[in-house]
T-cell receptor, first 112, second 112 residues
Framework: GNSVTQMEGPVTLSEEAFLTINCTYT??????LFWYVQYPGEGLQLLLK?????DKGSNKGFEATYRKETTSFHLEKGSVQVSDSAVYFC???????????FGSGTRLSIRP | DADVTQTPRNRITKTGKRIMLECSQT?????MYWYRQDPGLGLRLIYY???????NKGEISDGYSVSRQAQAKFSLSLESAIPNQTALYFC???????????FGSGTQLSVL
């Protein structure tokens, strides 16, 4: 079946460090891929998405590239800030299907 | 005002009690969803609705029921709450299947 696997957290970094959060997926065909972010006390919100192979989604300095050959959608940011502290969820969805499949989430904490 | 509003934000109840969580939206979306979030498990779909007359079970519907009172309102009920239903519950909407989800701020439910 379809699934999403994320790197275990929590991830703790110093401000201005480089961030990578790994995400791999198992799916048939060509799903859309998403990263959602959940700030403390809030619901999830879409951070970025990519809809086909080799697409790069980007937003707020974060990037992720849809890699069909490695079935991956790793999230990266060149210089993290304290305000990036949150839980990050990788997800996949098909336009023909009823739901979005989420990974287990990765908690990120940034030290000043 | 928030586009997707959940009430209450927090609820503590006892085993065996009936509980209703409410969700309303101003997005004008037909598609509405209920998810629960547990630490380390990500988000799991409980029920979803594609319009007022269309209700579907998700992956973990046992012990829950829903009502779609109008396009804008989708409520989740626990007929007889049990402790392992302690979780953070999210309502979400989308314009199209497989597209971006818009989340409410969540309801933290504790069943004692």
């Amino acid at each position: 079946g379809n699934s999403v696997t994320q790197m275990e957290g929590p991830v703790t970094l110093s401000e201005e460090a480089f961030l990578t959060i790994n995400c791999t997926y198992t799916a048939t065909g060509y799903p859309s891929l998403f990263w959602y972010v959940q700030y403390p006390g809030e619901g999830l919100q879409l951070l970025l998405k990519a809809t086909k192979a080799d697409d790069k989604g980007s937003n707020k300095g974060f990037e992720a590239t849809y890699r069909k050959e490695t079935t991956s959608f790793h999230l990266e940011k060149g210089s993290v800030q304290v305000s990036d502290s949150a839980v990050y969820f990788c997800a996949l969805a098909y336009s023909s299907a009823s739901k979005i499949i989420f990974g287990s989430g990765t908690r990120l904490s940034i030290r000043p | 005002d928030a586009d997707v509003t959940q009430t209450p934000r927090n609820r503590i109840t006892k085993t065996g009690k009936r509980i209703m969580l409410e969700c309303s939206q101003t997005k004008g979306h037909d598609r509405m969803y209920w998810y629960r979030q547990d630490p380390g498990l990500g988000l799991r779909l409980i029920y979803y609705s594609f319009d007022v007359k269309d209700i579907n079970k998700g992956e973990i519907s046992d012990g829950y029921s829903v009502s779609r009172q109008a396009q804008a309102k989708f409520s989740l009920s626990l007929e007889s709450a049990i402790p392992n239903q302690t979780a953070l519950y999210f309502c979400a909407t989308s314009e199209q299947t497989g597209e971006k989800l818009f989340f409410g701020s969540g309801t933290q439910l504790s069943v004692l």
